[in-house]
């Protein structure tokens, strides 16, 4: 879905989400967090969503030139790549938003980018995002396109050689955790976006809460506030 | 036309205006001061506090349901003291009436959060959580027994300097029994309601939604419910009445005045429209306005039956 806000797409930074509200309608009630795609011309911002469920049945049937209140930028962002590291983005299924935008960010650096669908049919194309020049590796679960298996299995090479790297990842928790486990375990700094039910946005509901890493001084992290990007070692991945 | 009046009188307490943002769905105020000037609402109420910090319950915490939203926080907040030295001082700096949610979890904790907040400079009440369980009563919900919900009233008022609210659960079989029982312990003024119980099974997993299996319902498809609550408690105690329950726009808040509310406090609309409860003021004063109506005081009550 493509929204114009100068205001929004000018001041959002990769990894940065907005709370759409779908319909005035007080049946769904509440905002719908989306990681930022894509911004054009400093005033376009792009969303994707699948359907699944009522909300998003409802942005399908948006029609064109409809009037939809948006809440953000909100929530901290990506850090940026050291000048020397080695970037390896890895995505699974709608994931793969917020690196689209972090990756179109960093122009011209090379990225190992890995993006996993469910089926070939799902994948979405690199140029609707914005992405040029950015070579996409491939993996589904059903193997009709690309690596037969989850995206997961093309971590390992990427996290291979010398070269100090940073990962940055974004998907389905279970993905995320195997992500986050590997560099953890390997040593590899890693950026997660995380998703989670919202009713504000704002840090006032505490409804987000993901529970933090050993090393962290609360409990509780808030995605809207806290995130949605965290490094990897503030999350208790075993945890729900 | 003339203006309307929209200053309100809850017993003790006096308001610019009866709009008022509900605990828990505004955080400490400034959460949402960059949407909402909170110099023009009627009054704030903080998130609930206890003694201690807790850190809440485990996620998911939050589920959307028909019209509405399950919620099991879990009280989640940073303690008393910790309310004091952080946020107090910005929400003193403000021209609006803050009111602090406190809970506790035993008689005694009721009393040492009023306490410890006692003589605060900058708090304008209290607001007495009752809905939550009483360790020494093997987690009975202190709310639910008149006599407790009496007990926890004249314990907070004989450690408070401030008007006490009284915030009824509407998981009861007679309100206006808590009511009255809350009323004769001496509190100053009844907001209500508090959430009602529900619960969401996912089909898939089989398992409760919510990692606490239960949450708090609330949202318009609790309103009429919310509304016979308090047009109810109003016939049945002389004390003021806040409204509250799925207040999404003016007509909402109306609904609750006219059924004798004195005030209305707006909770889960702020989550859809951050910017409700101004929607709402400005909504209330031209209905006023368009009637003729000269005192906001005029429109409390004011049912055709």
Same mark, same amino acid.
């Given at each position: 879905m493509e929204l114009e806000s100068p205001s929004i797409a000018s001041a959002a930074k990769p990894g940065q989400f907005v709370m759409l509200r779908v319909s005035e309608s007080s049946d769904p009630l509440l905002r719908r967090p989306f990681s930022v795609c894509s911004t054009r011309d400093g005033a376009i911002l792009l969303l994707l969503y699948r359907v699944v469920g009522k909300g998003t049945r409802i942005m399908a049937g948006t029609k064109a030139g409809s009037l939809l209140s948006v809440l953000g930028p909100l929530g901290r962002g990506f850090e940026a790549p050291g000048a020397g590291e080695a970037c390896l983005f890895v995505a699974g299924g709608m994931g793969i938003a917020p690196l689209a935008f972090l990756a179109r960010s960093l122009g011209e650096r090379h990225i190992s980018f890995k993006a996993g669908y469910g089926t070939a049919a799902e994948i979405i194309a690199p140029e609707l995002m914005g992405m040029k020049g950015i070579e996409i590796a491939l993996a589904t679960d059903d193997g009709? =396109? $690309?690596?037969? $298996? /989850?995206?997961? $299995?093309?971590?390992e090479k990427g996290l291979g050689g010398e070269s100090r790297k940073i990962v940055y990842s974004c998907g389905p928790l279970p993905m995320l955790r195997k992500v986050a486990d590997r560099c953890l375990e390997k040593g590899v700094a890693c950026q997660v976006s995380l998703e989670s039910a919202m009713a504000?946005?704002?840090? =006032?509901?505490?409804?987000?809460a993901v529970k933090a890493g050993?090393? !962290? !001084?609360?409990a509780y992290l808030h995605v809207c506030g806290d995130g949605p990007v965290f490094d990897a070692s503030a999350i208790d991945w075993g945890g729900e | 036309m003339n203006q309307p009046d929209l200053k309100v009188t809850l017993g003790p307490l006096e308001l610019k205006n009866p709009v008022i943002a509900a605990s828990g769905t505004f955080g400490y105020g400034q959460e949402y001061a960059p949407l909402v000037d909170?110099? *023009? *609402?009627?009054g704030i109420v903080v998130k609930g506090l206890s003694l201690k910090p807790r850190p809440g319950?485990? /996620? /998911?915490?939050i589920v959307e349901t028909p019209a509405g939203m399950l919620n =099991?926080?879990?009280?989640a907040n940073i303690g008393v003291e910790a309310f004091l030295r952080e946020k107090l001082p910005w929400l003193r700096s403000l021209d609006t009436a803050v009111m602090v949610n406190i809970y506790g979890h035993s008689l005694e904790e009721y009393g040492e959060v009023a306490a410890a907040l006692r003589g605060a400079e900058g708090v304008a009440a209290l607001e007495v959580n009752i809905s939550c369980p009483n360790v020494d009563r093997g987690g009975m919900v202190f709310g639910t027994d008149p006599a407790v919900s009496a007990a926890v009233t004249e314990t907070v008022l004989k450690n408070m300097d401030k008007p006490v609210i009284v915030k009824l659960t509407p998981n009861v079989t007679d309100i206006c029994a808590v009511a009255r029982a809350v009323e004769n312990a001496g509190a100053h003024a009844l907001s209500l309601i508090n959430t009602l119980t529900g619960m969401v099974i996912d089909t898939k997993t089989g398992r409760p939604v919510l990692a606490n299996v239960s949450g708090g319902l609330s949202g318009p498809a609790i309103r009429p419910v919310a509304l016979h609550m308090v047009y109810r408690v109003v016939r049945a105690v002389k004390i003021p009445v806040i409204g509250i329950g799925g207040i999404m726009e003016p007509d909402d808040a109306l609904q609750f005045l006219m059924a004798g509310a004195g005030a209305v406090q707006v909770g889960t609309g702020n989550f859809a429209n951050p910017r409700a409860t101004l929607e709402i003021l400005e909504g209330i004063g031209k209905y006023c306005a368009e009637k003729g109506i000269l005192r906001i005081g005029d429109l409390t009550g004011g049912l055709n039956e």
């Open positions: 009709s =396109a $690309g690596y037969h $298996g /989850p995206v997961t $299995g093309l971590l504000c946005g704002l840090g =006032a509901c505490q409804g987000c050993p090393g !962290e !001084e609360r | 909170p110099n *023009l *609402l009627g319950n485990r /996620p /998911p915490r =099991a926080i879990g009280l």
